[in-house]
């Protein structure tokens, strides 16, 4: 039970507008209380990520905060200066972005960057703040963490890098902490610990947070109160139990439902197959001295999707960079249909890279911000086709079409558009080229769930009318269960179990993909402390890591 306190956070009559006078986020109110937990759900574009950088008093570039005020500990921060608000941001609130890559600064080491807040408003020296981020990084439960921070951002993987993001906003103690899907790049194992490390900050702190999410199951775990967002709009606010069992709008009912949809096998995993388009045999992988995969054998067929899962760091994203060529392999074989492709991107054929495509992670790092979203669509329709400037400009209006977007968009730089919005143009440029194989690595991570569900609809329609195959990467089994007719599950660079999905998400399992699954949250708001319990021995409560 929280406390009846005064609002560590007070936003009024909200009102962000861009360039063009179109209204982002239309009138948004709410209080934040010390300890309270406030989760921000709805489709992309909603407003969620506006309202978390409002709540900072920032809008991102080509928009403005037009209304409202926005009072963090009693002080209208609308009305402070610039240097007054640099001392909020930070120290007093402080921002997870969504994409950990695009956010670190490759230039400098993790170590630096973690330790750049407290060190520039005077909370502690260099020593300290470096002592400090290292204990950070063992709650946080990164590999060698005492070595950790000396590494760059390109050096680690998506979800260790997340975790850094989480121990950057953490390292000046803020009193409000907005989390823009901060688990997003997480596997569901991971995903736990970072969700019980966020329970576990509030708890001791007594810390406010906005938890911006697609996922119900997951704010379910760590949000007092949810406030639904649809076209900049509240559309309902409640308690988090209400909007799980009570929804009382059509919207929130359709969430809710979508979301209870992703623990059922849609999708039929016979053991009849096609020709093979891919066939990968004990392929080796390798970064300097380290092999991250692992002697991988894989094959994907005409009209047939194969999943690949398994935690951050298991090889998943590698063992697709290696089949592209972009991580040359040092052995084995990659045919394509029925063809050995070279080992290296730059020797193969513009019919091989044309016929090959990929669906990249973070779209805010996969998309040339410089350039328009028309431009980024039709530049493979007019580099393997060789169409006309008219024709292509069709063909942007025909995948706009396609992916949900409105063909207005194609005049757009993607610095304009939403995460999910993003991604389906990255998902656009990949149909561009008319491939025989899609290599989807995590393509839905970043949209909310009625999006999510149309995009993989539409990956779907595809596959039946023209007969592409994909090799799905992703870390959400929910997603699995739905699209892939088989899965092959990778631990430390090995393909360790692999099947139509039905048979593998069914006992006796193996004991690692036994773990994946136990992982998956529930929509019940005891799901996270139910299985942190069981991971104690007798059944008692998890102890607690470092005190952070």
């Known amino acids: 039970m929280i406390a009846v306190t005064k609002p560590v956070l007070k936003i009024t009559d909200l009102r962000v507008e861009n360039l063009t006078g179109a209204v982002l986020v239309d009138n948004v109110s709410f209080e934040l209380r010390p300890g309270e937990v406030l989760g921000l759900i709805g489709e992309s574009g909603a407003g969620k990520s506006t309202i978390g950088l409002a709540a900072m008093v920032y809008a991102r570039a080509g928009c403005s905060i037009t209304g409202g005020s926005v009072e963090i500990e009693g002080l209208d921060s609308r009305k402070a200066d610039a240097e007054g608000r640099r001392e ?14 695009a956010s670190f600064n490759p230039a400098h080491t993790i170590l630096e960057q973690v330790c750049e807040m407290p060190i520039q408003h005077g909370l502690m020296s260099k020593a300290e703040a470096e002592a400090w981020a290292i204990e950070l990084f063992r709650a946080l439960d990164l590999p060698d963490p005492d070595k950790f921070g000396s590494r760059y951002p390109h050096q680690v993987s998506g979800g260790q890098l997340q975790r850094a993001m989480a121990a950057m906003a953490i390292s000046c103690r803020p009193k ?65 139990s209400d909007i799980l069992n009570k929804p009382k709008t059509a919207y929130a009912k359709a969430l809710v439902t979508e979301r209870k949809a992703a623990d059922k096998i849609s999708v039929e995993t016979v053991e009849k197959r096609g020709p093979s388009v891919l066939e990968v045999s004990n392929a080796v992988g390798v970064y300097g001295d380290f092999v991250a995969v692992k002697k991988a054998s894989l094959s994907v067929s005409k009209s047939e999707t194969v999943a ?17 060529g972009l991580l040359p392999r040092s052995e084995g074989s990659v045919r394509f249909n029925g063809v050995d492709l070279p080992p290296a991107l730059k020797s193969r054929t513009a019919d091989n890279l ?32 060789n169409r006309s400037k008219p024709e292509v400009a069709k063909r942007v209006d025909e995948l706009l079409e396609q992916v949900g977007l409105p063909k207005d968009y194609a005049t757009r730089l993607s610095t304009a558009l939403s995460g999910g919005q993003k991604q389906r143009v990255s998902i656009a440029r990949a149909l561009a080229a008319e491939p025989d194989l899609i290599i ?109």
Not at 91 to 99: C, D, G, K, N, P
Not at 211 to 233: E, S
Not at 312 to 324: C, D, E, F, N, P
Request: glycine share 6%; hydrophobic share 45%.
């Open 88 to 101: 909020l941001r930070g120290r007093h609130i402080a921002y997870v972005a969504q994409s950990a890559a």
């Open 354 to 385: 044309r016929r090959i495509q990929f669906i990249y992670q973070q779209p805010d790092v996969a998309l040339n911000p410089r350039q328009t979203v028309g431009d980024i669509i039709g530049r493979p329709v007019e580099f393997y086709f």
């Open 176 to 240: 409000i902490l907005v989390f823009d899907e901060p688990t997003t790049a997480l596997d569901v194992t991971t995903q736990i610990e970072v969700l019980a490390l966020i329970k576990k900050l509030i708890r001791e702190y007594n810390t406010a947070a906005l938890y911006i999410t697609h996922d119900l199951a997951v704010v379910a775990q760590v949000a007092d109160r949810i406030m639904v967002l649809r076209g900049g709009k509240e559309i309902e606010i409640g308690t988090t």
């Open 440 to 548: 989807c690595d995590e393509p839905t991570s970043a949209l909310d769930q009625l999006v999510a569900d149309e995009i993989l609809k539409l990956l779907k329609r595809l596959q039946d009318d023209l007969g592409v195959a994909y090799l799905f990467i992703t870390h959400d089994l929910g997603i699995v269960r739905r699209i892939a007719h088989r899965t092959a599950v990778m631990l430390r660079g090995e393909i360790i179990a692999e099947g139509p999905t039905e048979r593998i998400f069914s006992p006796p399992f193996h004991p690692y993909t036994e773990k994946l699954l136990a992982s998956v949250p529930e929509l019940r708001t005891d799901w996270l402390e139910e299985v942190l319990a069981k991971r104690e021995p007798g059944g008692k409560p998890k102890k607690a890591k470092p005190k952070v």
């Open 308 to 324: 690949v899962v398994g935690e951050s760091g298991s090889g998943k994203s590698s063992l697709a960079r290696l089949i592209v």
